[in-house]
């Protein structure tokens, strides 16, 4: 596992953004992992750019969603479909039929997730995941305790994570208590995965997924096992890391 520290919120996104845009560049039907949240807005602002001004082409690129609310309709305006139309894909040139999300309003949850686990394999497998961090150092919806052989399943969600989503909504009796996510063991199996942490209230999580014990009460920390898993981190987030790593500018 490679950490890169960056001096602002901006840098690291504008890395991130150009990460994926050379690997597109080098496989152009990559199958990319994508993660909701405001962590990878810069980075999506970046692939936008990208797109308009150097004409990154993303006409066959394959995409995975992480996650989504269960029981939030795809038109809802806090689910993640929306989240990725609206910053993201309304603004490139990547075919709808090509975006995979979770979805919420699935008659059956637990088929629908067989299904999407399905769908990955037949597109080959996700090349490039994109992943933040919750501040209990939960990937995807993953909380603490997650399996490391969990795959694509309903979940619970903590009551750290529905209280930090809360600002998404009118109100904390507002979000959903349950969602479908991408399991741990689907995740481990990305190619290359990358995971964006910003601002002071990551730091614990990011000192214990990156010098803490690989555990599953901390799930980020299991990624210290993937042969390619690059974490950038923004300096408010890296406040509390003691080791030496290597700082970018972007």
């Known amino acids: 596992m490679e950490v890169l520290l960056f001096e602002t919120y901006e840098e690291m996104s504008r890395y991130a953004g150009r990460m994926i845009g050379d690997r597109m560049k080098a496989k152009p039907n990559l199958v990319l992992g994508l993660a909701t949240g405001s962590t990878p807005l810069g980075t999506y602002k970046e692939l936008i750019r990208l797109h308009r001004e150097e004409g990154l082409d993303f006409s066959k690129v394959v995409t995975f969603n992480l996650d989504e609310y269960l029981g939030i309709a795809p038109t809802h305006d806090q689910s993640y479909r929306y989240f990725m139309d609206t910053n993201l894909f309304n603004h490139i040139n990547i075919k709808k039929a090509n975006t995979h999300l979770p979805d919420g309003k699935a ?7 067989l299904e999407y686990e399905k769908a990955i394999k037949s597109a080959g ?13 939960h990937i995807a919806f993953n909380e603490p305790g997650s399996p490391r052989s ?4 309903v979940v619970n969600l903590d009551e750290e994570t529905i209280k930090d989503n809360s600002r998404f909504f009118a109100a904390v009796a507002e979000v959903p208590r349950q969602a479908l996510s991408l399991g741990m063991a689907t995740i481990m199996e990305a190619r290359e995965v990358i995971l964006l942490a910003n601002k002071a209230n990551k730091a614990d999580a990011i000192v214990r997924s ?3 014990p690989a555990t599953e009460q901390v799930p980020a920390s299991i990624l210290q096992g993937h042969p390619r898993a690059t974490f950038l981190v923004e300096k408010e987030a890296a406040a509390k890391l003691k080791g030496k790593y290597r ?3 972007a």
Request: glycine share 20%; proline share 3%; net charge positive.
């Open 125 to 137: 497998g996700i090349d490039f995941q994109v992943l933040g961090i919750g501040g209990n150092g």
């Open 247 to 249: 700082k970018v500018r």
């Open 210 to 212: 990156v010098e803490g």
């Open 150 to 153: 969990s795959r694509t399943r």
């Open 107 to 113: 008659k059956d949850p637990a088929k629908f997730c």
